[in-house]
């Protein structure tokens, strides 16, 4: 496993294993995005970078079988847990290794989990879903969104107070909030080297977990066209109202729902 990678190391980290773990609910946008490909949610579903198993409730019962997988063992076990009928297994997004060719109607990957992925690896995510998706299959996903960047890199967040009358907690919320603009500036030294803004994506140590990650962030246009060269056809984008293809994605947050062909009949 990629003990000591970014990613890994923050998605082992309990209280943000703790915090997916707390989530139950899902977006208007995955409504939506499952909605547009509803009967293949009733198949062969894998959950992909699963975490805590905030999807695991609302797919494990529809559909035929669910297989859920993390790279994260704690964010399996957290998963395991709260279902403990769930096939959730530990594995990587970029090889999918444990699953033949075919094997799936559907492959998840919410929350922006492809993010927390070299931007460099992000093609061996596409070709790994692509693969053992079946002809007719789907690939839905969220990705954020380069344009809200608006060009630049974001400062590190201030750490604000939320005041009281009461001295005592005055006082501690002042040490916490001195404490956590300290974390956030030390994440951001550590980070800082290894953001960057390319034409088509950037790379960003955003306000996240006191700025404890990197983050990629899509050009959309550009990632439907990445998914066209991934083999993937009839791409459909959605806003986090559930709203399909806008004329431009101004939310953080994009999702993507894409097919792998079906196979026509001869005659
Ligand atoms: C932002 S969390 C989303 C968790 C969950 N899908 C949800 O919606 O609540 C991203 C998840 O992707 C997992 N992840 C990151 N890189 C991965 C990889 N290469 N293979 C599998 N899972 C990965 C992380 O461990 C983390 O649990």
New binding site residues.
Partial sequence: M?SGTM??DA??RQEIVDD?AS?DYLTPAEFAALGEVWPLVRGDVL?????????TGYLQGVARTYRA????EN?AAACRALYPDADVSV????SLAAYPDGSFDLVL?????ID??DHT?RKQ?LAAAYRVLRPGGAFVYSSHNLAVLEGRLPPVAPARIVPTIDPLRMLVRSVRTLATGLRRRRNRRRLQDRQYLAGDHAVVNDEGYDHSLLTVYVDPAAECEALSAAGFVDTVTIDARGRRDPARHLDPWVYYVTRKAAVRSGR
């Fill in positions: 990629r990613y890994y998605y082992s997916f989530r959950d992909v970078g699963v975490g805590g198993g905030r999807t997988l993390d790279i994260s964010m594995g990587d997004a970029r990957f919410s929350f922006n989990g927390y992925i690896d995510v």
